[in-house]
Nanobody
Framework: QVQLAESGGGLVQAGGSLRLSCAASGLAVSSYRMGWFRQAPGKEREFVATIRGSLSITVYADSVKGRFTMSRDNAKNTVYLQMNSLKPEDTAVYYC????????????WGQGTQVTVSS
């Protein structure tokens, strides 16, 4: 049974930092494309970042490029999202997701962790 467990969310002032973690069980993060998404109140879920492959190739949404960094620790089977220079518009529930490279969609999702940035 696959589980993705996010942690690290919280309340932070604008300009601050948080690091989100996504601990996986039932799959190897090194063998999946892993992603972070977020959903703000009243808005659709949006892509934030993804990481894949043995070279840990990362892709970021324009809105977070230069501020957020996604990484992976294969030994801990965990992916991270380091968020710096946070803005109030980054406030959202952040979700971790996993995509089997053999399929086109995101196969597994975590429950999400709330990030709130105050101005």
């Amino acid at each position: 049974q696959v589980q993705l467990a996010e942690s690290g969310g919280g309340l932070v002032q604008a300009g601050g930092s948080l690091r989100l973690s996504c601990a996986a069980s039932g799959l190897a993060v090194s063998s999946y494309r892993m992603g972070w998404f977020r959903q703000a109140p009243g808005k659709e879920r949006e892509f934030v970042a993804t990481i894949r492959g043995s070279l840990s190739i990362t892709v970021y949404a324009d809105s977070v490029k230069g501020r957020f960094t996604m990484s992976r620790d294969n030994a801990k089977n965990t992916v991270y999202l380091q968020m710096n220079s946070l803005k109030p518009e980054d406030t959202a529930v952040y979700y971790c997701a996993a995509n089997s490279l053999a399929s086109t969609g995101w196969n597994y999702w975590g429950q999400g962790t709330q990030v709130t940035v105050s101005s």
